[in-house]
């Protein structure tokens, strides 16, 4: 095995609960599971290109374990059913035994590896304790996406019903419910929302603006998730400042039919992926928008990027990170930052799908260091950082908690606390969500902020409030 350092918190794993746990299916499946789980499996295989990987990954395993040391689940357990390979074997063997002709043949003479339901069970819990943040794959000479694995593996689970159910409730509401968005917030109530939000910049930054809905023919379609309208308002307020300051008022819309960015699909259905990637571009076609600017959120920028070229055309919805919109604009010296506001030791959390499943690593560090004089990295950042413990859609799951909190988050709640750090950039809503609930936790001493937070508070607004008359205001209200 390698010898990557790791955070002390994983070098003291054997301190650490190995705990099993279990979630909550919406709809558990009845009968044969096993002739469900290889009918669904066969589908899979041939409806979609998944074959060629399976039989190549079967042929070059190398069985090292390198990518043992990677994980932050098996650095904090020890427990050989997180090792990435672990779980990927399983469905390794299961496409081996029975949908090649090897594995038909060697089981007729000897004993073999058969399907049972206990290894459905057995596999729907390893999956669900892996976040997909594919840090494994970086380290694998023989190039196996374990991350990968893990979605096939629970695509294949969620066509017998085996999926969390709050995975599978939001994807519902966001496909086939009237609001169309993951947390049910009715139309009325985010325009309401966004009312409030209009009244309450005007209050901080001194110029009235009203949000844009529904209008056609605008440059970008903004799509953020959609906790930035009721949970995490500072951040939308600072994307909002972003494109007024820069004078691009008029050039974007927020469409009301689809308003959320979220695709969980991401994390254990292609189908519902595809589906929702779809309803996506219904709507920006609906608004005639050029372009899909996403809002922070790691998982929702990844499925756009990646996807809406394979469902739909690269050239007619070019996406947007709204962290690659403000760094354009400051590059373009269309947005200035005070750098006197922001005087706390500030680090960058990098969520995975952007950065490791991504592109983007420097471009919020370029933004934080134009404007806060006491920024720090952590240990193993960038493409080698480690996972909030709540990615792969299991930050959604609640009853998973203890599990995301000392197990799956162990390693990122100690690399937080070494940098000493008071505030925790991270610019993703599900990573904010699980990094908040890691602070609580662990009783660190930080908070967690999303980039565009900070530059609401450092943006120079023309003809509003200074930066300054805002920071000392805020002081007076705290
Ligand atoms: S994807 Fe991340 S959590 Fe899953 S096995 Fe690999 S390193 Fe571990
Ligand atoms: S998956 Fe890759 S890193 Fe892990 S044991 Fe196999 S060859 Fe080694």
Redesign the pocket.
């Known amino acids: 095995m390698s010898a990557e350092p790791v955070p002390a918190a994983a070098a003291d794993a054997t301190t650490a609960p190995a705990r099993r746990y279990s979630f909550h299916v919406e709809e558990p499946c009845e009968g044969d599971r096993v002739a469900k789980f290889l009918e669904a499996f066969a589908a899979v295989l041939e409806y979609t290109d998944y074959k060629a990987l399976l039989d190549s990954y079967c042929t070059t395993?190398?069985?090292?374990?390198?990518?043992a040391v990677t994980c932050p689940v098996f650095q904090v357990t020890n427990d050989p059913r997180d090792i990435?390979?672990y779980r990927?074997n399983i469905l390794l063997e299961v496409y081996k035994r029975y949908f090649t002709i090897g594995g038909w043949v060697s089981s007729r003479f000897k004993s073999h590896f058969e399907l049972t339901d206990e290894v459905i069970d057995e596999f729907a819990e390893v999956l669900y304790r892996c976040t997909a943040c594919r840090r494994c794959t970086q380290?694998?000479?023989?190039g196996?996406d374990h991350g990968l694995m893990t979605r096939l593996g629970r695509y294949v689970l969620s066509l017998i019903g085996v999926v969390p159910k709050a995975l599978q409730v939001s994807v519902r509401e966001q496909l086939e419910g009237e609001t169309h968005n993951t947390s049910k917030v009715p139309q009325k109530a985010m325009l309401h929302t966004l009312d409030f939000l209009s009244e309450e910049m005007e209050d901080i930054l001194g110029v009235k603006m009203d949000f844009p809905v529904d209008e056609p023919d605008r440059d970008f379609a903004f799509f953020c998730a959609v906790s930035d309208y009721l949970m995490e308002p500072d951040t939308l307020m600072g994307n909002a400042a972003v494109l007024y300051a820069a004078g691009d008022w008029d050039r974007w819309t927020i469409g009301t039919d689809n308003f959320d960015g979220i695709n969980y699909g991401l994390f254990y259905s292609d189908w519902h992926l595809e589906n929702i990637i779809k309803r996506l571009l219904g709507e920006v076609d609906r608004l005639n928008a050029g372009k899909i600017l996403i809002g922070e959120c790691g998982h929702a920028s990844r499925s756009a990027h990646q996807f809406v070229p394979v469902f739909g055309d690269r050239e007619r919805y070019p996406v947007l990170n709204f962290m690659e919109y403000t760094y354009d604009c400051l590059l373009k010296g269309k947005i200035e930052l005070d750098p006197s506001i922001i005087t706390e030791r500030v680090t960058y959390h990098d969520p995975c799908n952007i950065a490791r499943s991504g592109w983007i690593v420097e471009q919020p560090r370029e933004i934080l260091r134009a404007f806060v004089p006491n920024f720090v990295d952590m240990s193993h950042a960038g493409r080698r950082n480690y996972c909030c413990g709540g990615g792969g859609g299991l930050v959604s799951v609640d009853e998973i908690h203890d599990f995301r909190m000392e197990i799956g988050g162990r390693v990122k709640a100690e690399q937080m606390r070494e940098t000493g750090a008071e505030i925790v950039v991270a610019p993703c809503a599900n990573c904010k969500k699980q990094l908040k609930e890691l602070v609580e936790h662990y009783k660190l001493p930080c908070k967690v902020m999303g980039l565009h937070d900070l530059i609401l508070k450092a943006i120079v607004i023309p003809g509003g409030k200074s930066p300054a008359e805002r920071k000392q205001e805020a002081e007076l209200y705290a």
Do not use: Q
């Open positions: 395993s190398a069985k090292c374990n390198r990518c990435p390979c990927t380290e694998c000479p023989m196996v």
